[in-house]
């Protein structure tokens, strides 16, 4: 409405006589609502009455066209001015960078070094801007040299927009020396601060973040969203676990006691980094707490929530949470809410959800993004259909990293077909991607699951000693589960006793396995009695135990385990398990009747029962099928 009314008044003055003053308002209403119509009509009138010598005329009507995506009218401007000063050549610079001209953008600033225009704080600025994100370390180091020579270090936006640059670079030790000589610093000097501890992975949580925090205070800075918003990223997970969820509940505190407000568009990100914390420390009934007291939600704030519940394991309500992001607020998914929830296919919905959202993705022209393709190669392979992971995977509209090729491979072994497996990791290694972690467990899962002993033991000895990978416990685990599964269980052993690291519950998990699969009950005794000194709070590994010893009628060894358990307080969970059928989900546990068909279901499963056998066939046979 304010543009039309807008071009409606300038259509009506085109006539008169007016001063530079109204080309000026119209200019600013071209840059606030960024019409590329508007600025013609303005770059017109500007020509016609003679204002295109006057520099705040021209700077704007550079500004102008580059904010409307149209760099190269800026520069054919910039171009019919004979004296052109800093603050033309800063608008241009700005404009190309906005546009990623980058090369652009860094020759107009050596032109402007060359014609003996002096740079200011914001030309340098700029630059130093550029440097980081095309992580220029070079160009950077000059911009700081030059920052010095002229005196403008001392410029606190430009110094952080150095000390950001340095970071981007992986240099932090440089930024970090920078902030120390910062005669003054404001929120933003701290953000960048904590922005590279986070990202350079140098930060001890309990003293960096209590000194981080004394130290603003001290400095009078107040934490602002963003400072917030950095700090709970470092929060929740592994290690120290009720240390970081007591750090995530004092900054939950301040939030509240300082008024930053989780609900208004500027503070989406705060509420989405409070929602993944509480997911990340597995609170995620708290996560659901921050998300329904948002006054507003967009995108990014319902894609944490139902990646909240993806990572917590609770499918179903991520599946109902997704449905309602789009019939209740009206919004439409984007390529990471379908990243987010796709694991629930494998698990609830099925194949034929799962292709759903692989036709949503490819009517929006999502389908070239390769962290959506890897997850939709991951729940293809997952949901049975080999065949569509291999056509997502071979379509050449995306760009494959590592990720693609181990999710392929990996999709390969869970199939069985260990073979095709190793030829496409060879493949990969051929064209000169070098394996990750997952790659390498993908194919060496794979051997284990198809019995390729040499082709996977040779694999392991490429990966240690050609890419000279430090033998992790999932690498360990995967060498331990395919040699028992060949029934090679005294080497899996000694594997075990020589291997580099200390075995972890997975690596006595596999020798448990291969020791149940090929009925080996004293090296079946060995292995869950490493499990248990391991994982004394875990009730499998007891229930195991326990009932291997009953098989053997060793009932004295029951009662221990059981009083032990009852002593420590541990029980376990009955296991579930679920099928798809006409797109409803049917959930079963041990000895279930609950279910409407119990009675069928259980006939059918004595007619199987018996077929397996060998024994006979069963009259309820013809009336199930």
Not at 19 to 31: E, I, K, M, N, Y
Not at 59 to 73: D, F, N, S
Not at 132 to 153: A, C, Q, R, T, W
Not at 367 to 394: P, T
Request: aromatic share 8%; charged share 20%.
């Amino acid at each position: 409405m304010i543009l039309s009314s807008a071009r409606n008044t300038f259509a009506l003055i085109t006539s008169r006589n007016y001063t530079s003053a109204t080309v000026q308002h119209f200019l600013r209403v071209s840059v606030t609502h960024r019409s590329l119509k508007l600025t013609k009509q303005s770059h017109a009138q500007i020509l016609l009455l003679g204002h295109i010598s006057n520099p705040f005329v021209s700077t704007k009507l550079i500004t102008a066209y580059a904010l409307c995506g149209q760099p190269t009218q800026s520069q054919l401007v910039f171009n019919s001015i004979q004296h052109k000063d800093v603050y033309l050549y800063n608008s241009l610079i700005n404009g190309y960078v906005k546009n990623h001209g980058h090369n652009e953008a860094l020759e107009l600033f050596s032109n402007m070094y060359y014609s003996n225009v002096s740079p200011d704080d914001f030309t340098l600025a700029t630059i130093s801007k550029l440097s980081g994100e095309i992580k220029d370390l070079n160009v950077g180091m000059l911009i700081h040299g030059l920052s010095i020579k002229i005196g403008f270090v001392v410029d606190v936006i430009l110094a952080n927009s150095l000390m950001s640059m340095y970071v981007k670079c992986g240099k932090f030790s440089e930024c970090l020396n920078l902030f120390d000589e910062m005669p003054q610093r404001n929120v933003g000097s701290w953000n960048v601060r904590i922005s590279g501890h986070t990202s350079s992975g140098d930060f001890s949580l309990g003293k960096d973040l209590c000194e981080i925090v004394w130290s603003m205070q001290i400095d009078g800075v107040k934490l602002d969203a963003f400072t917030v918003s950095s700090l709970l990223t470092l929060i929740g997970g592994n290690v120290e676990n009720t240390k970081r969820w007591d750090y995530g509940r004092e900054l939950h505190c301040y939030i509240v006691r300082n008024e930053l407000d989780i609900g208004f568009d500027s503070d989406f990100h705060l509420a989405c980094s409070l929602i993944d914390m509480y997911s990340r420390d597995n609170k995620v009934v708290r996560s659901r707490r921050v998300f329904d007291q948002m006054k507003r939600r967009n995108v990014y704030a319902w894609t944490a929530m139902i990646n909240g519940y993806v990572k917590n394991g609770d499918l179903d309500e991520a599946l109902v949470l997704f449905h309602e992001m789009q019939l209740k607020d009206r919004i439409e998914p984007n390529k990471v809410s379908l990243v987010s929830v796709l694991p629930t296919c494998s698990s609830l919905i099925g194949l034929s959800g799962g292709k759903q959202i692989h036709g949503f993705a490819i009517r929006k022209e999502l389908n070239h993004d390769v962290s959506l393709c890897n997850a939709l190669i991951d729940m293809y392979s997952k949901c049975g259909s080999l065949d569509c992971a291999r056509r997502v995977f071979e379509d050449s509209s995306f760009n494959k990293d590592a990720i693609s090729w181990s999710s392929i491979v990996s999709g390969y072994g869970l199939h069985g077909k260990g073979h095709e497996a190793v030829l496409l990791y060879n493949k990969m290694v051929c064209l000169g991607s070098k394996p990750d972690i997952i790659t390498i467990v993908g194919v060496l899962s794979a051997c284990g699951r198809s019995g390729l002993i040499n082709e996977g033991l040779e694999i392991y000895n490429s990966v240690i000693n050609t890419y000279r990978f430090k033998p992790t416990t999932e690498i360990c685990a995967c060498v331990v589960d395919m040699l028992g599964r060949a029934g090679q269980l005294d080497r899996a052993l000694d594997f075990i006793k020589t291997m580099p690291v200390e075995p972890s519950p997975s690596i006595w998990g596999a020798l448990v396995s291969a020791s149940v699969m090929h009925g080996n009950s004293e090296m079946q005794d060995l292995a869950y009695k490493s499990l248990i000194q391991l994982e004394p709070e875990n009730p499998s590994n007891y229930i195991s135990l326990s009932n291997l010893y009953a098989s053997s009628r060793r009932w004295d060894a029951v009662a221990e385990l059981r009083t032990m358990m009852k002593d420590r307080g541990l029980k376990k969970s009955p296991g579930c398990s679920w099928i798809s059928i006409h797109g409803k989900t049917h959930c079963f546990s041990v000895a279930d009747k609950a279910h409407p068909c119990s009675v069928s279901i259980y006939e059918m499963l004595d007619d199987l029962i018996l077929i397996m056998r060998g024994a006979a066939s069963s009259p309820h046979l013809g009336k199930m099928t």
